[in-house]
């Protein structure tokens, strides 16, 4: 690793790139296919993450898992803390959400992906969660991003709301620089100046990371868009375009959702739109990966 010193400073040897751990190298070859929990993503491995936006209920919850399971994705995702633009909306259920995913995981074997806000709550989400999730609204969180990457889990980063694909890069820096190799990337919109869809989709962000990174990249099409019969196409384009898996929200019955219903996929057809996506993903020469289960 190239080093300098820091001009001015104590002499503190430090990286020259800065992410130095993230950066893709030659020998990287198609990239770093992580196995978490018995899943592979990466390196050819494309994975579906699917549940609904938050955890509502038990009956919600158990329900929408037996469907992605019975329909061959990957890993269940589902909120129990969450980030609110207002304080007056619906922040989650909080432990009462750990403790239905955790019941979720055990009945249909999923691993489970939820988002943690807060470094306080870091040991009780670790301890249910497969991979943790950081919020768009988290990725510069540095503090926070320490604390995961000491605690082992895999991680799962959002890219900020107006944030540069460079900047991403170095925010996974901060987990991977704790010893914490599991790092996936996502792609879920930037705020521009188009207002026909909830956030603009850079979908060029794919082969751009691709370039610049060995870490899986997933895109996250469902908050993208805001809107659910765009969640399909972009969903498509995402995979076709070389993405290593997607993050989509699905409930069983959108309508009556706490939140974010609007763009959230009908259970019941979850399989079908599924299909199409693999079908995309295999032209880029991703296939959906075979599930072993942990020793």
């Known amino acids: 690793m190239s080093i300098e010193t820091t001009p001015g400073g104590s002499g503190a040897a430090l990286p020259k790139a800065p992410y130095e751990l993230a950066q893709r190298r030659p020998e990287h070859g198609a990239g770093t296919t992580l196995e978490i929990a018995g899943r592979r993503i990466g390196g050819g491995a494309f994975a579906t993450i699917a549940g609904p936006c938050t955890v509502e209920t038990e009956d919600q919850t158990l329900s929408t898992a037996r469907i992605m399971r019975d329909v061959g994705v990957q890993f269940f995702r589902g909120g129990a803390y969450k980030p609110r633009s207002s304080p007056y909306s619906f922040q989650g259920l909080g432990q009462e959400g750990l403790d239905i995913l955790r019941r979720a995981k055990d009945e249909t074997g999923l691993p489970i992906v939820t988002e943690l806000t807060d470094v306080r709550d870091v040991e009780a989400v670790a301890e249910v969660a497969d991979v943790i999730q950081v919020g768009a609204r988290n990725m510069q969180n540095y503090p926070l991003l320490i604390e995961i990457g000491r605690s082992g889990v895999a991680t799962l980063i959002k890219r900020g709301l107006a944030a540069s694909l460079d900047e991403l890069l170095m925010a996974a820096e901060y987990v991977l620089a704790q010893g914490n190799p599991n790092?996936?990337?996502?792609?879920?919109?930037?705020?521009?100046?188009?207002?026909?869809?909830?956030?603009?989709?850079?979908?060029?962000?794919?082969?751009?990371?691709?370039?610049?990174?060995?870490?899986?990249?997933?895109?996250?099409?469902?908050?993208?868009?805001?809107?659910?019969?765009?969640?399909?196409?972009?969903?498509?384009?995402?995979?076709?375009?070389?993405?290593?898996?997607?993050?989509?929200?699905?409930?069983?019955?959108?309508?009556?959702?706490?939140?974010?219903?609007?763009?959230?996929?009908?259970?019941?057809?979850?399989?079908?739109?599924?299909?199409?996506?693999?079908?995309?993903?295999?032209?880029?020469?991703?296939?959906?990966?075979?599930?072993?289960?942990?020793?």
């Open 183 to 295: 790092v996936v990337l996502c792609e879920r919109g930037i705020r521009t100046f188009e207002t026909s869809t909830r956030f603009t989709l850079d979908i060029a962000a794919v082969p751009v990371l691709k370039e610049r990174t060995h870490l899986p990249v997933v895109v996250d099409p469902s908050h993208a868009a805001g809107r659910r019969d765009l969640v399909l196409p972009l969903s498509m384009a995402a995979a076709a375009a070389g993405a290593d898996g997607i993050i989509v929200e699905t409930h069983p019955d959108p309508a009556n959702a706490v939140c974010d219903g609007p763009q959230q996929l009908h259970a019941s057809g979850f399989g079908a739109y599924l299909r199409q996506v693999e079908a995309a993903a295999a032209l880029a020469g991703n296939v959906p990966a075979p599930v072993s289960v942990p020793a």
